[in-house]
């Protein structure tokens, strides 16, 4: 087994009604004044944003309030919410909804601690420090509660790109499954691929590691969890027991848990950056769309590892000296089960029609401009994502 680093500093309040506790929390932190953030308007509708509101007023904290966070959330956001900050003296900041609001506020953590613009974080410059972060998660699916990650989208040239740093970690996450009551269909079944892909990108480790079994069978059992219990609340939204499951799968999935980041592959993700940077997608629909095709295209680097994801998680049966059978057979059945949670396959599914060109436009934009490569499993170079691209449309 290879040094792995596990870091899980965040502390978790799991359950019913867990969000009258915000003003504690905060108020145990130190805080005293607090910028809200969150995204659209159902935080107000369903009263959750009074409710935060209430139990920060308990506690003595003050606090502005900043809404209207995108998915592949905007730089533009994120330098209203640094002016914002600094002109009301914010010392905290509370992110209320799923990834996209918690990287929001992480970025903007960036831009009231450094000096200069807050995308150069964003672009390689290391932040020396981040206001401190509370989430409220209405979202289970990006698991940026528990990750050192923030994935940002910078308008001038729809470039998605990700800053992740020690000091990003949320200080707290409060995490109640009954909020994720009313997500749309197609919001949770995204987010369940979401949190699926989280843990494959950990599973297809790169060359010469070997993975402890203890974390192989973690990974495979809560992908399986995730499968079984998205189905149940897709057909009953409110079933409390399957919310709580896939919200906590997605908290483990992200949280190193089910394998060092550091070792993943992470290809798919990065294919996927730039799908909706261009296409405004949503980002687990989207990996779901190239999750096949990147599959297809390096699994002849190690067909054995592919093939132990079709025996654990889908219950092939294995028959050694067909590795590569029993891989592909796997690959189909993960594309079989998005299909079933009207996830798509391709490209196309969603709508879109790539042109030559644009293939071209992505793969420059992924390779950061012909200057990296991108890949734990198997390194791909431009030609490579070109290829996947062109399987995925």
Same mark, same amino acid.
């Given at each position: 087994?290879?040094?792995? +680093? ?58 502005? %309030? ?5 998915p592949n959330p905007r730089l533009s956001k994120v330098y209203e919410g640094i002016e914002l900050g600094k002109k009301e003296g914010v010392d905290f900041i509370l992110a209320v909804g799923g ?13 009231l601690t450094n000096e200069g613009d807050v995308w150069d974080y964003y672009t390689g410059k290391a932040p020396a420090a981040c206001t401190p972060i509370g989430a409220v998660l209405t979202i289970?699916?990006?698991?940026? !509660? ?18 992740? @740093?020690?000091?990003?970690? #949320? ?6 499954? !009954?909020?994720?009551? *009313?997500?749309?269909?197609? +919001? *949770? ?6 949190? $699926? ?8 480790? /790169? ?28 057909? /009953? ?11 906590? @799968?997605? *908290?483990?999935?992200?949280?190193? $848990? ?9 290809? #798919? ?11 405004? $997608? ?46 592909? %057979?796997?690959? %189909?059945?993960? %594309? ?16 879109? !029609?790539?042109?030559? !060109? +644009? ?31 062109k399987l995925a449309k």
């Amino acid at each position: 087994m290879e040094l792995f +680093q596990y870091l899980a500093p965040t502390k978790v309040i799991f359950g019913r009604g867990t969000e009258a506790r915000v003003g504690e929390l905060c108020k145990e932190q130190g805080a005293r004044k607090v910028l809200i953030h969150y995204g659209g308007h159902s935080a107000k509708k369903s009263g959750l944003l009074d409710r935060i509101c209430q139990a920060l007023d308990a506690a003595g904290v003050s606090y502005v %309030e900043l809404g209207g966070v995108v998915p592949n959330p905007r730089l533009s956001k994120v330098y209203e919410g640094i002016e914002l900050g600094k002109k009301e003296g914010v010392d905290f900041i509370l992110a209320v909804g799923g990834g996209s609001v918690i990287d929001s506020a992480k970025a903007i953590g960036y831009g009231l601690t450094n000096e200069g613009d807050v995308w150069d974080y964003y672009t390689g410059k290391a932040p020396a420090a981040c206001t401190p972060i509370g989430a409220v998660l209405t979202i289970a699916a990006a698991g940026s !509660e528990m990750s050192n990650a923030s994935i940002i989208t910078n308008e001038d040239g729809w470039l998605k790109r990700g800053a992740y @740093s020690p000091y990003a970690y #949320c200080k707290f996450a409060v995490m109640d499954p !009954e909020l994720t009551y *009313t997500l749309p269909p197609y +919001q *949770t079944a995204s987010g369940c691929t979401d949190i $699926i892909v989280h843990s494959l990108e950990r599973f297809f480790v /790169k060359p010469n590691v070997k993975q402890l079994n203890l974390t192989d069978g973690i990974a495979e059992t809560l992908i399986k969890n995730v499968m079984r219990n998205v189905k149940i609340a897709l057909k /009953k939204p409110t079933d409390y027991d399957a919310r709580a499951e896939i919200m906590w @799968s997605g *908290t483990l999935s992200h949280n190193d $848990i089910t394998g060092d980041r550091t070792l993943g592959d992470w290809a #798919c993700h990065q294919l996927e950056h730039e799908l909706g940077g261009m296409f405004d $997608i949503a980002h687990g629909a989207g990996l779901a769309a190239v999750w096949g095709s990147w599959a297809r295209y390096v699994m002849p680097t190690n067909p054995a590892r592919f093939a132990q994801l079709a025996v654990n998680v889908f219950g092939i049966p294995f028959t050694a000296g067909d590795e590569e059978k029993i891989a592909l %057979e796997g690959i %189909e059945a993960m %594309e079989a089960f998005f299909k079933s949670i009207d996830m798509p396959t391709k490209i196309s599914d969603m709508g879109i !029609e790539l042109t030559d !060109e +644009q293939i071209k436009e992505l793969a420059y934009k992924c390779s950061f401009k012909n200057t990296r490569t991108i890949g734990g499993f198997k390194a791909l170079d431009i030609n490579d994502m070109e290829a996947i691209y062109k399987l995925a449309k």
